[in-house]
């Protein structure tokens, strides 16, 4: 069977608001796991840039950042809108310079914020992520269940109803050839676009996307 492959580079997929239903048995899950999970299904991912934020999914969580309570605040299930509008969100990458990715963001309905997600590669953790007290068993639990597994945001900027900036936001040091960014815009809409950095061609569509 042949791979299912396309070339990914300045692709650009929209994602729109849809039902969620959660089946949970009583006290399967933590009222933070299932916080968690609809979190998740709003368009946020894994955040280990601090062990409090409800997104880390560590024992001391407390709270969203404020990047992902801004991201919330926007969308569309959230907010009563009667008519659904969608300009279309351009995204234009532009040369990286020092530690730094650059994209072009256009959108006529206003750009709340912008996001860079990728998948870290590297067998030592992010400092924030503390699922173990000890360092060594930190780091073995990262190698064994997330290293490379999970899109985590890497780096966001949060705008002000922008329709058109430049944006740039923090390149990871380690990580996976792909990277994300995502944009909502003031209406709730949201888009991603996934960027191989090598600039190859024929990257797996499936294993890629919908692992």
């Not at 299930?77 to 532009?94: A, P, Q």
């Not at 750009?111 to 860079?116: D, E, F």
């Not at 490379?148 to 380690?174: I, Q, R, S, W």
């Amino acid at each position: 069977m042949k791979h299912l492959s396309i070339y990914l580079q300045d692709m650009v997929f929209r994602q729109r608001g849809g039902e969620i239903i959660l089946h949970n048995s009583l006290d399967r899950y933590s009222t933070d796991a299932v916080t968690s999970k609809f979190a998740q299904s709003f368009g946020l991912n894994r955040d280990y840039r601090s062990p409090s934020y409800l997104m880390s999914y560590e024992k001391q969580a407390k709270h969203l950042s404020k990047s992902s309570a801004a991201w919330l605040n926007k969308c569309r299930i959230f907010n009563s809108v009667e008519t659904y509008f969608d300009e279309k969100t351009i995204i234009e990458k532009l040369s990286p310079s020092i530690k730094k990715a650059r994209f072009i963001v256009e959108d006529a309905d206003g750009i709340c914020q912008v996001r860079l997600l990728v998948k870290p590669t590297n067998e030592n953790p992010p400092p924030s992520f503390l699922w173990k007290k000890d360092p060594t068993e930190n780091k073995t639990e990262w190698e064994k269940k997330f290293r490379g597994n999970f899109n985590v945001l890497h780096d966001v900027l949060t705008l002000n109803g922008e329709k058109k900036a430049t944006v740039g936001l923090d390149y990871p040091k380690f990580a996976d050839n792909l990277i994300k960014i995502h944009v909502i815009d003031e209406l709730g809409n949201r888009v991603y676009m996934i960027v191989d950095k090598r600039g190859n061609s024929g990257v797996s569509f499936l294993r890629r996307i919908f692992n």
